[in-house]
């Protein structure tokens, strides 16, 4: 049982867990404050999931609440514990709970990034530091490649796990057949694919050239080959680039702040702002084409998920 219960773990990544760990302290202490004795925690009722839906509504946001509850759900199945419920009943409460929502728990929908809020960061940033270096890599990177920051940050500094973060030995170049330098990057892990995948992006004309940002990125820092791809040179040695750094490491100038993304929000931002670049253009993701020259014309790389990087 013990080793069915290890091999279940692995279903979900670490920041799922998480998130559903956070549930369970929750379910936990709603329990506690009820008096509700512990033989009732497990298997959880409906009664009791409805009454812990109830004391959530209205303090957390409908996705939390959802969140919070799958986590008990979890924790019931890694432990072989029955989770049979009045679904329609509690698929009701969840909705109401949407409805409820505190203002507090909406935000404004985050700013796109675009071509030219990209040139003005650019513009902002200062390419010999070996910081500013690796954010601008990092950021053309991802927008580029349609990725999502986890996938080439990490969650903190001491995070960086060689088995899981992409690296610069996890980076090959080769032109395709038409000469176009490719990029591709193995990424070791993600969320959606335990066993890895590859992207790639293609040789842009302009400032915001990838492959040129992140060349500057190898001169300035010149990580080693097994650590972080985006770590950086930091009081004599090196720190992996984390989701907080990115971007953009420093304030950028007030008159300019307006009209730039806010700082943090590359993790929701980048990939819409992507997608959308790549369907202005009339570019198929379905495709998994990487190309440049003309919005129409594209070279096509066989990899798993390859971004259709057309010249801007």
């Keep these: ?131 500013e270096a690796a954010v601008f890599a990092c950021l053309t990177t991802m927008f580029l490649c349609t990725a999502h920051v986890r996938e080439f940050t990490v969650p903190h500094l001491d995070a960086f796990d060689p088995l899981l973060h992409v690296k610069p030995s996890n980076v090959t170049h080769e032109k395709d057949q038409q000469g176009l330098m490719v990029t591709n990057f193995r990424l070791p892990r993600t969320k959606s694919a335990l066993l890895g995948e590859d992207i790639s992006l293609v040789q842009q004309h302009g400032p915001l050239d990838p492959q040129t940002a992140f060349q500057n990125h190898l001169t300035v820092n010149n990580p080693p080959r097994d650590s972080h791809l985006f770590a950086y040179k930091h009081k004599g040695s090196y720190r992996p680039l984390t989701k907080s750094n990115s971007p953009p ?33 009339s570019t198929s993701l379905r495709s998994r084409a990487i190309g440049q020259a003309t919005p129409f014309s594209f070279t096509y790389a066989a990899t798993p998920r390859s971004h259709p990087c057309t010249q801007y």
């Excluded at 812990?52 to 432990?79: D, E, K, P, R």
């Excluded at 985050?110 to 200062?126: F, Q, V």
């Excluded at 420093?250 to 931002?269: D, K």
Aim: hydrophobic share 35%.
């Design 1 to 131: 049982m013990t080793r069915i219960k290890d091999v279940i773990a692995h279903t979900w990544a670490e920041s799922t867990k998480e998130s559903y760990g956070s549930g369970l302290l929750v379910f936990h202490i709603f329990c506690d404050a009820k008096s509700i004795p512990d033989h009732d925690h497990t298997p959880a009722s409906t009664q009791l999931i409805s009454f812990f839906i109830l004391s959530l509504a209205g303090q957390y946001s409908g996705s939390t609440v959802a969140n919070y509850l799958q986590g008990v759900c979890t924790w019931h199945i890694m432990h072989h514990l029955d989770w049979s419920h009045n679904d329609t009943k509690i698929e009701a409460l969840l909705k109401a709970a949407v409805t409820l929502a505190p203002t507090s728990s909406k935000h404004k929908p985050w700013e796109p990034y675009t071509i030219s809020a990209l040139e003005m960061m650019r513009s902002n940033l200062n390419l010999v530091d070996p910081a």
């Design 249 to 281: 490491p420093c304030p950028l100038p007030p008159r300019r702040q307006a009209s730039s993304p806010s700082r943090g929000t590359a993790s929701v931002s980048v990939p819409p702002s992507s997608t959308c670049f790549a369907m202005f253009h």
